[in-house]
């Protein structure tokens, strides 16, 4: 199976602290893409990181890559009480069928205010 | 641009009922992506559509299930006589470009939360 696994699978921190979520997959990847999930509702893209590249940040996310491990990581900086949310991780394959996301089962993240 | 739509948002079906779940694409997308999340759990494939033609139904269960994507009109998941594991939410996604260009984003809509009583 491709899956990837998040971990931890609940994150619960005060406002202000990081958080760090992290992903591990099982086969090649083109991309891993990282979204949020607000209780009930869609998928919100969040980063997509390409296999060459090792670091991405956007505002207060930085993503890391490391292929060799087959993992990444998602730190979110100075969080707020509007990042709870549950963070999948999701991978492009980079054989056949790369257009299919294969999404881990997710970290949920709790940010007390 | 309005983003990736879909309805309804919630549909209540007893066992034995069809379901039918509709999206419409973002503006310009000419290529539809479905997954289902069961509780607790990440989203898994489904089927990819482009316009007239099914690409890729390797996710979808063999029976009861079928999706198209006609060249008007949004896209169509269709469950057949739906069984209480059929309860999950539903989502669909659309990228302008499709499987060629692997590093496209996908957007996803909001879902359609199905409940099977």
């Known amino acids: 199976s491709q899956q990837g696994e998040e971990d931890p699978q609940a994150l619960s921190i005060q406002e202000g602290e990081n958080a760090t979520m992290n992903c591990s997959y099982k086969?090649?990847?083109?991309?891993l893409q990282w979204y949020r999930q607000n209780s009930g509702r869609g998928l919100v893209h969040l980063i997509l990181i390409r296999s060459n590249e090792r670091e991405k940040h956007s505002g207060r996310l930085r993503v890391t890559l490391d292929t060799s491990k087959k993992s990444s990581s998602l730190l979110i900086t100075a969080s707020r009480a509007a990042d709870t949310a549950s963070y999948f991780c999701?991978?492009?394959?980079?054989?056949?069928?790369?257009?299919?996301?294969?999404f881990g089962k997710g970290t949920k993240l709790s940010v007390i205010p | 641009n309005a983003g990736v739509m879909q309805n309804p948002r919630h549909l209540v079906r007893r066992r034995g009922q069809e379901a039918r779940l509709r999206c419409s694409p973002m503006?310009?997308?000419?290529?539809v992506y479905w997954y289902r999340q069961l509780p607790e759990e990440g989203l898994k494939f489904m089927v990819y559509l482009q316009k007239e033609n099914i690409i890729d139904e390797s996710g979808m269960p063999k029976e009861r299930f079928s999706a198209e994507f006609p060249k008007e009109g949004p896209s169509i998941l269709r469950i057949q006589q739906v069984v209480r594991g059929d309860s999950a939410a539903y989502f669909c996604?659309?990228?302008?470009?499709?499987?060629?260009?692997?590093?496209?984003?996908?957007?996803f809509g909001p879902g359609t939360r199905l409940l099977v009583l």
């Open positions: 996604a659309s990228s302008p470009l499709g499987g060629a260009i692997i590093q496209e984003t996908q957007y």
């Open positions: 999701a991978t492009v394959y980079s054989g056949a069928g790369s257009y299919q996301l294969t």
């Open positions: 503006k310009g997308h000419s290529h």
């Open positions: 086969t090649s990847i083109n991309n």
